[in-house]
C-alpha cells in the first residue's frame, strides 16, 4: 500500500505562488503515474495536473497550463507542484494521487493512491 502525504498549502494572495510537495512511500514510486487534484467547496474533485512515470510527460488542466508546474524526484520519492500567478479560483484541497502504472490519468476513477490533502486559500 502506498501512503502520500501533501505538504505546502497555506493562504496566500492573489498573485502570489505556492509549492505543493507530495511525499510518497514505497519502493517502485517511479514506476507510479502521480497527479494532484483538487476540490473546491461545493464543487467536485477536478484534474489539475499529471506526471508519467518517470517522469517524461506531462499533462494540464486548462486552468493550470501556463502557471502550475509539476515535477518529480524519484531519488526522493516526492512529487511537487509549483503554482505561480494563483488566483482565488485556485482555492481548494488540493489531493496528490498516484497510480499502479506508468501511464497518466485524468479521471479520479483511474487513481489508486490518494493523499488526504492540503489546504490551498487564495485571496483577492
Known amino acids: 500500500q502506498v501512503q502520500l502525504v501533501e505538504s505546502g498549502g497555506g493562504l496566500v494572495q492573489a498573485g502570489g505562488s505556492l509549492r505543493l510537495s507530495c511525499a510518497a512511500s514505497?519502493?517502485?514510486?517511479?514506476?507510479?503515474?502521480m497527479g494532484w487534484f483538487r476540490q473546491a467547496p461545493g464543487k467536485e474533485r477536478e484534474f489539475v495536473a499529471a506526471?508519467?512515470?518517470?517522469?517524461?510527460?506531462?499533462r494540464y488542466a486548462d486552468s493550470a497550463k501556463g502557471r502550475f508546474t509539476i515535477s518529480r524526484d524519484d531519488f526522493n520519492n516526492t512529487m511537487y507542484l509549483q503554482m505561480n500567478s494563483l488566483i482565488p479560483e485556485d482555492t481548494g484541497v488540493y489531493y496528490c494521487t498516484g497510480r499502479s502504472g506508468r501511464l497518466i490519468v485524468t479521471t479520479t476513477g483511474g487513481m489508486d493512491f490518494w493523499g488526504k490533502g492540503t489546504q490551498v486559500t487564495v485571496s483577492s
Open positions: 506526471i508519467s512515470g518517470g517522469g517524461m510527460l506531462t
Open positions: 514505497g519502493r517502485t514510486f517511479s514506476n507510479y503515474a
